[in-house]
């Protein structure tokens, strides 16, 4: 098993578990739409909805901080390989 994929997961380095990369461009969507939401919901004094929106951009980033992990290892593993969006 490699150490770019989680324990007991179905993939391998060669069919990844997930395709990081296109996780990490919905990650950083998703960070992006959230923060904005939730200024705009402080900002329209409705703090539920901001205090949500916070919460699910919070979610963003310690997904992205997995992803980025994950990458990394991808990368010592497969040193020199360009992966694209998709894999």
């Known amino acids: 098993m490699t150490r770019s994929q989680p324990r007991r997961a179905r993939g391998t380095v060669g069919h990844a578990n997930s395709a ?8 950083t969507f998703g960070l ?6 939730a200024v ?3 900002a329209a004094n409705i703090a539920w909805l901001g205090v949500v ?3 699910l ?3 963003a ?3 992205l901080v997995v992803i980025q992990r994950r990458r990394a290892a991808r ?3 497969e040193p020199g390989v360009r992966h694209s ?3």
């Open 53 to 55: 929106c916070a919460l």
């Open 61 to 63: 980033v310690v997904d």
């Open 57 to 59: 951009a919070v979610v």
């Open 75 to 77: 990368r010592r593993e």
């Open 20 to 27: 990081l990369n296109l996780r990490l461009v919905l990650a």
């Open 85 to 87: 969006l998709f894999e």
């Open 40 to 42: 705009l919901a402080f």
């Open 32 to 37: 992006v739409v959230m923060a904005v939401f």
